[in-house]
């Protein structure tokens, strides 16, 4: 099948390259397209949006999961998306942007990207901007009516206070209550004195480390151990800068690991914990405080590569 050459993208800077080197996940750098993939649910709702199977068709709302998808370094999400702009299906019809996300696909082995390119052209360097890393929108999937209050009335009766006590932290922390309440169930179901075979302990599930790491006394202290996991959620998602399901992964499988894998580590068990976290929030991006820490250094090469790639032009 015929492929854009690495080599020669890497040589000429081009922008869909970098774009999708630094989406894929994977040692060598190859998106898992697999059923049961993190992104797998994303496209699925997604195609369902943008057809009307099932439900109401919302092309807005289709394009913006399948942005979430592309950012976890799926090729059909890509060539989706880029479809989408192609034709004006829902959107503003945006040949700059098909032509990128159409390389971008046909970087990670999508062949029916690389015959639209036949069409639309080559990459231009523009990217929709859910897919910039210094200036994303903000990609809701869900209804914005979701209400804490709501949901914590909805958990079992022995769950709710401990659902009651991370919402009310998590503002002072500058994490939004949806994406707090995310990680706390998803780690333990809101259990106090949930131990996992890992030792990690708790609420949000520190292992010794971590809650040495942030100074958590008694890790089955409820107040003790949300405070915890809430600063090392603030701590990601200022290293991630706002990277809803970066943040995530580091939460699941530790920062060092994405920074490796140049995004979601190739572990089953973190692409799910990352599918979970992303269906639950309904969003890619998140405020951060960035004096809390330095930017990961993944983000800060990828910047430097794309300056360098205006700069060229």
Known sequence: MEMLDPAACRAALAAPCLVAAALAVGPAGAADTAPGGTAHPLIERARALEHGEGIARDPEQAAALYCQAARLGEPEAMYALGWMYANGRGLPRNDGYAGTLFAMAAFLGDAHALRMMRFTGTYTGEVPDCLHPRNRMMARAVDASWSPDEHIRS?????????????ELAESYGIEPRLALAIAITESNLNPVAVSPKKAMGVM???????????????????????????YLRWLLAYFRGDVA??????????????????????????????RILTFVGQADHPFDSAVTQPSAMFSAIRMVRQAGKDRR
Do not use: C, H, M, W
């Not at 958990?155 to 919402?167: D, F, I, K, S």
């Open 155 to 167: 958990l079992p009766p022995e769950r709710q206070a401990v659902a009651r006590l991370v919402v």
């Open 205 to 231: 599930q520190l292992i010794p480390d971590t809650a040495a790491r942030f100074n958590v006394r008694n890790p089955f202290d409820p107040r003790d151990n949300i405070k915890g996991g809430l600063s």
């Open 246 to 275: 970066l943040a995530a992964a580091g939460y699941n499988a530790g920062e060092g690991a994405v920074d490796r894998y140049r995004g979601v580590p190739p572990y089953r068990e973190t692409r799910a914990y990352v599918d």
